[in-house]
């Protein structure tokens, strides 16, 4: 039986400038990797029995590149997570939300969750309480799917056009896609912007039901549906790392 220890970070000196970094053993691979994101940070995968001694040589080997990326998601300091504790304040479906974590009762395992209109209070088992982003993140896709789902609705009837099926899910890279079969695809992390701009993203992907590029007659077409996108794109594109989880 193996115990697995807490990842732990330490301090690399990349190109003379430290960066932290982490060391993640998996199981599924076989060959060395490294990524670098806003959420995790500087991390280096290793297959689980290998030897830490690579991984002065990994950083060297890739020493440019985790340079560039450290100013350019500016984790040098560990990943720019969030935490939640009681008393944090987390914006909900366009409301700011006073966060309270509380133990359940003995015995009982099962987050309880309540949102109200100023709160949500978390209920948790010991085992959850030192790590509630799991927790949070299961419960902020639910909601997400909930909010998207219903927001589509409503702007498919206002436009006319609607999708084959929506998808509630985690995207890095953009807030919403529309596939050639008329896939709609939300990030889940929206939950947390204003509800403007979550209108946008979703007249946006309906809008490319009817034109699948960024055309005129797209633009015009939204324009006269979501005459405030633009804003709302800006706010988004502005508050990005606000709504990282
Ligand atoms: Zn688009």
Request: net charge positive.
């Amino acid at each position: 039986m193996s115990v697995r220890l807490p990842e732990r970070s330490s301090l690399a000196l990349i190109k003379g400038k430290p960066v932290r970094y982490r060391v993640r053993r998996s199981r599924r691979t076989r060959k060395m990797g490294i990524q670098v994101c806003k959420r995790d940070g500087l991390v280096i995968i290793l297959p689980e029995r290998m030897g830490l001694k690579v991984v002065p040589e990994l950083l060297e080997y890739w020493a440019d590149w985790i340079d560039t990326k450290a100013d350019e998601y500016d984790i040098r300091q560990g990943p720019r997570v969030r935490q939640f504790a009681t008393g944090s304040v987390l914006s909900i479906l366009g409301k700011p939300r006073h966060l309270a974590i509380v133990n359940l009762p003995n015995g009982r395992k099962r987050p309880v969750i309540d949102l109200t209109d100023d709160s949500l209070t978390l209920a948790l088992a010991p085992a959850d309480v030192f790590d509630v982003r799991p927790v949070m993140e299961k419960y902020l896709r639910r909601l997400a799917r909930q909010d998207l789902t219903e927001r589509t609705a409503i702007w498919a009837d206002r436009i006319g056009l609607f999708p084959r099926k929506v998808i509630v899910g985690e995207r890095t890279s953009r807030w919403g896609s529309c596939s050639a079969r008329g896939t709609l695809s939300f990030c889940y992390r929206l939950v947390m912007a204003p509800p403007e701009a979550v209108d946008a993203v979703v007249a946006h992907e309906i809008c490319h039901l009817a034109h699948l590029n960024h055309s005129r007659r797209f633009y015009s077409l939204l324009d006269r549906v979501c005459p405030d996108h633009r804003e709302s794109m800006k706010w988004l594109r502005e508050h990005e790392d606000d709504l990282l989880l």
